[in-house]
T-cell receptor
Framework: AQSVTQLDSQVPVFEEAPVELRCNYSSSVSVYLFWYVQYPNQGLQLLLKYLSGSTLVKGINGFEAEFNKSQTSFHLRKPSVHISDTAEYFCAVSDRTGGYQKVTFGTGTKLQVIP | EADIYQTPRYLVIGTGKKITLECSQTMGHDKMYWYQQDPGMELHLIHYSYGVNSTEKGDLSSESTVSRIRTEHFPLTLESARPSHTSQYLC??????????FGQGTRLTVV
């Protein structure tokens, strides 16, 4: 079984300030890791993904995340946020093995950028 | 760009009606998923499929049913809608070793 924990349900941050959204996971097998963004009344859009290779991955809209295997974390960061980054962000994990490869999501973090 | 489509985007329907939410993808993905999401809340997996003629219940119990007769099509059906079914339903598909691609969602309101 796998699970994802996003400890922060809401994160307010001033415009142009840096932000970090935390994500920790647990799994008995090797995993793929993802961050998705959801704008109001929309589906989920992929921000970035870690499949293998470099532990620092860069995504769209200036976001990046670092995979830390020893701490089982995949925190999302952006050095300077914009108003348009206000949205809900979901961390997700999928096991690497065959079969169904269920995608398990965290509970989401609402990022509120304050002008 | 992801090619996964959900219809309708919005649906308001009376209690007791039978409804089918459509989901189609043109990427040839074997794996498909249905998630239920209440406004501002987390996603709950309610159904998934490994391929044609394969369906499984997800982590959250749901009164809905699904079918997978064709690779590209994964409809979700509620035989008798109730107000407790009011929610957003998100469909997704996934290839091997890739991320899940999501549709725009169907926002269902049962009155």
């Amino acid at each position: 079984a796998q699970s994802v924990t996003q400890l922060d349900s809401q994160v307010p941050v001033f415009e142009e300030a840096p932000v970090e959204l935390r994500c920790n996971y647990s799994s008995s097998v090797s995993v793929y890791l993802f961050w998705y963004v959801q704008y109001p009344n929309q589906g989920l859009q992929l921000l970035l993904k870690y499949l293998s290779g470099s532990t620092l991955v860069k995504g769209i809209n200036g976001f990046e995340a670092e995979f830390n295997k020893s701490q089982t974390s995949f925190h999302l960061r952006k050095p300077s946020v914009h108003i348009s980054d206000t949205a809900e962000y979901f961390c997700a994990v999928s096991d690497r093995t065959g079969g169904y490869q269920k995608v398990t999501f965290g509970t989401g973090t609402k990022l509120q950028v304050i002008p | 760009e992801a090619d996964i489509y959900q219809t309708p985007r919005y649906l308001v329907i009376g209690t007791g009606k039978k409804i089918t939410l459509e989901c189609s993808q043109t990427m040839g993905h074997d794996k498909m998923y249905w998630y239920q999401q209440d406004p501002g809340m987390e996603l709950h997996l309610i159904h998934y499929s490994y391929g044609v003629n394969s369906t499984e219940k997800g982590d959250l119990s749901s009164e809905s049913t699904v079918s997978r007769i064709r690779t590209e099509h994964f409809p979700l059906t509620l035989e008798s809608a109730r107000p407790s079914h009011t929610s957003q339903y998100l469909c997704a598909s996934k290839g091997m070793n890739t991320e899940a691609f999501f549709g725009q969602g169907t926002r269902l309101t049962v009155v």
